[in-house]
């Protein structure tokens, strides 16, 4: 458990690279395991998807992405 390898009021990131469904195991437990004075930041694999396709769009086209537009779609399916 993660609370046993930190001290009481540190924090941690856990990152989800799956974006289906939104809220995986590992991010409730995440949510759980902030009880007691540990502190999780929750990085969610859609968030992550989004930062991807905003990146490689710009590599590719040498243009600024349409964040709202494609944050709009990602966020959209479920």
């Given amino acids: 458990r993660a609370e046993a390898a930190a001290p009481a009021g540190s ?7 799956a974006y289906r469904p939104r809220e995986t195991a590992l991010l409730a437990a995440a949510t759980s395991g902030s009880e007691g004075g540990f502190k999780w930041a ?4 859609e ?3 989004l930062e991807q ?6 590599r590719w086209t040498g243009r600024r992405a349409p964040r709202r537009a494609m944050a709009a779609q990602v966020l959209q399916r479920e």
Avoid: M, S, T, Y
Avoid at 42 to 45: E, H, K, L, M
Avoid at 53 to 58: I, N
């Fill in 42 to 45: 929750r990085v969610r694999g």
């Fill in 53 to 58: 396709g905003v990146e490689q769009f710009e």
């Fill in 11 to 17: 924090a941690g990131v856990v990152v989800e690279l």
């Fill in 47 to 49: 968030d992550i998807l």
